[in-house]
């Protein structure tokens, strides 16, 4: 069972990953793309025009911590760690940017979205293997 899970992989031009390295890839692509927003200038941040900055920190924070936790799911202590003193060392960064501020709300918002990301992987985790056994037996033959 857990070979066949493994084994799993996606394929995406050209490039076939198991669902952990996707994840993984999208995780620090997203950390990525968060320092880059939070340190840039703010006519150089991107934004997504119908959502609003708050919508789009805590979306952010979300798919990054979402994303490490599915790829370590023996590290979620240190992703929860990193999470947290990241958004605040990163809202505190702000002050060296003359168009940034740095606000405890923004900080918070970003945790919040981050504690949400990793709540539901670990919310799916406890509820997957028992659907998986049960798919498991229903199929095989006897």
């Given amino acids: 069972m857990q070979q066949e899970a493994r084994r799993t992989t996606m394929r995406l031009f050209g490039l076939e990953l198991s669902l952990r390295r996707w994840a993984a890839l999208i995780g620090w692509v997203a950390v990525a793309v968060v320092i880059v927003a939070t340190l840039s200038p703010i006519g150089a941040r991107p934004h997504i025009s119908h959502l609003g900055p708050q919508i789009e920190r805590f979306v952010a924070y979300l798919v990054a911590a979402a994303a490490l936790a599915t790829a370590y799911p023996a590290r979620k202590g240190v992703i929860l760690l990193c999470i947290i003193t990241g958004a605040a060392g990163l ?14 709300l923004d900080a918070l918002v970003k945790i919040m979205g981050g504690l949400t ?10 509820l997957w293997p028992k659907r998986t056994v049960a798919l498991v037996r229903a199929r095989r033959p006897d």
């Avoid at 990301?117 to 406890?126: D, H, I, S």
């Fill in 91 to 104: 809202e505190l960064a702000q002050h060296f940017e003359a168009s940034r501020h740095a606000r405890a």
């Fill in 117 to 126: 990301g990793l709540g539901a992987v670990a919310l799916c985790e406890r």
